[in-house]
């Protein structure tokens, strides 16, 4: 079993910046690939960003260049550091990782872009 514990959402203003943060705990197999996903009111969950065990990384069109997906192996935590936020990136982001032979949830943190 393997609990993610995500942080640091909040309100922010349209092209301010922010930086969540997920930690997990629990039985830890192996170092895998983990990412990010948000849901926002009315809209399918969507994935943001994934960065595998090697620090590889991947992002969705609507956050290139604005969004950067970083890990802490020892501290089995991964981060994502967001600038030029904008309305449309108001949701709440899950963290999301693959252990075990399954994959886990975090519970998820609110951000809010508003003016």
């Known amino acids: 079993q393997v609990q993610l514990v995500e942080s640091g959402g909040g309100l922010v203003q349209p092209g301010g910046s922010l930086r969540v943060s997920c930690a997990a705990s629990?039985?830890?197999?192996?170092?895998?690939?983990m990412g990010w996903y948000r849901q926002a009111p009315g809209k399918q969950r969507e994935l943001v960003a994934l960065i595998t065990s090697g620090g590889s990384t991947n992002y969705a069109d609507s956050v290139k260049g604005r969004f950067t997906i970083s890990r802490d192996n020892d501290k089995n935590a991964i981060y994502l550091q967001m600038n030029s936020l904008k309305p449309e990136d108001t949701a709440v982001y899950y963290c999301?990782?693959?252990?075990?032979?399954?994959?886990?949830w975090g519970q998820g943190t609110q951000v809010t872009v508003s003016s």
């Open positions: 629990g039985t830890i197999s192996s170092i895998n690939t």
């Open positions: 999301r990782s693959w252990q075990g032979g399954s994959a886990y």
